[in-house]
């Protein structure tokens, strides 16, 4: 999971240590959350994280999340992601179990 979520340049920024990665299974969905307790997200940074090109990192494409959020919407899930600064960082992706 933290290969598919951070690559090694942003997980160097951010100091991403994964700490705990869990899987919670309900009858309506799978959810998969991965936790650090780096530095987390800059609070101003945390709304263009899905955007296609934004990057704070320096020759960064800034597509790693976007592609990762498509993948998930594809697949009919939702990913988040909550930070909080000087506290680190949980990402939660879900998947329902059912079909529609």
Request: aromatic share 8%.
């Amino acid at each position: 999971m933290e290969g598919m979520l951070w690559n090694p340049a942003a997980a160097e920024l951010y100091g991403f240590r994964p700490e705990e990665t869990k899987d919670e299974n309900t009858v309506d969905e799978v959810m998969i959350f991965e936790e650090n307790t780096g530095v987390g997200i800059y609070p101003e940074v945390l709304p263009g994280i899905f955007t296609p090109t934004f990057t704070t990192i320096a020759n960064g494409l800034g597509l790693d999340l976007i592609l990762i959020k498509n993948v998930v919407e594809q697949n009919r899930g939702h990913i988040s992601i909550e930070s909080t600064k000087g506290k680190g960082t949980v990402v939660t992706i879900a998947f329902p179990t059912r079909e529609e």
